[in-house]
């Protein structure tokens, strides 16, 4: 995976974020610490949060204890495929400063808007009674981990500025077109968001959000400069 074709920023971010799985795992196996607490994303109005955990986020996954059933591999790795898949051609395309600017502020824009939901849920459930509102709680002090809001952010560039590259979904082993493959996806995660299903922990909409801006990113590029 690390030939000396691979760009340097996409090259140096799976580096760090599979040295950070890494390192998680063994601190927690050895019962040091876990990093997924301190370093993952908590809601702003918990004692829990810092606002270094905006970025350090991005860079922590599920841990190999984390829910069992492979959940730990099957998320970084993932994640760590759309980064290989979908960051050498956008940083051969927009550049090494451009194409971090993208990554980070995707990751941003997933944080703030899955804050804000989690924001709006809480405020709507304030007034449901002290057992309520523990219930409440215990639901949103849960760290919020992984490269995800990125990597939508990633999905959506791509499909903006190479639209007729042919992409395969797992779900459906057909050719289709990286404008409609996004599309697809973008819509289905807004609807497993607004749909919030019964067991699902999935974060939908960081996704969203990451998405968002890296659609917001490009356009802007397109219309003031020359990509």
């Known amino acids: 995976m690390f030939n000396r074709h691979l760009p340097p920023i996409t090259k140096n971010l799976l580096l760090i974020n599979i040295t950070m799985f890494v390192i998680t795992n063994v601190l927690i196996y050895k019962e040091v610490i876990d990093l997924n607490w ?95 509102l523990i219930v409440q709680l215990s639901n949103f002090d849960v760290p919020m981990v992984g490269a995800s809001g990125c990597i939508f952010g990633l999905l959506a560039a791509f499909g903006m500025l190479f639209p007729n590259a042919e992409m395969i979904m797992i779900m459906l082993p057909i050719p289709i077109k990286a404008k409609y493959f996004v599309v697809l996806y973008g819509v289905f995660e807004l609807y497993s968001g607004v749909a919030n299903f019964s067991g699902d922990n999935v974060a939908h909409f960081a996704h969203v959000g990451g998405a968002l801006i890296g659609f917001i990113t490009v356009y802007y590029w397109k219309r003031t400069t020359i990509l």
Do not use: C, W
């Not at 922590?60 to 290989?84: E, K, R």
């Not at 703030?112 to 459930?125: I, K, S």
């Open 38 to 132: 301190e370093l993952g994303l908590h809601y702003f109005g918990f004692d829990s949060f810092r606002p270094f955990q905006l970025i350090t986020h991005m860079f922590m996954h599920a841990s190999l204890f984390d829910g069992g059933d492979g959940l730990g591999i099957m998320h970084i790795f993932s994640n760590m495929l759309g980064l290989y898949m979908f960051g050498s051609p956008l940083e051969e395309r927009l550049g090494p400063k451009k194409f971090l600017f993208l990554y980070l502020a995707s990751g941003f824009g997933a944080a703030f808007l899955q804050l804000g939901v989690n924001h709006y849920q809480f405020v709507g459930h304030s007034d449901s009674g002290i057992e309520g």
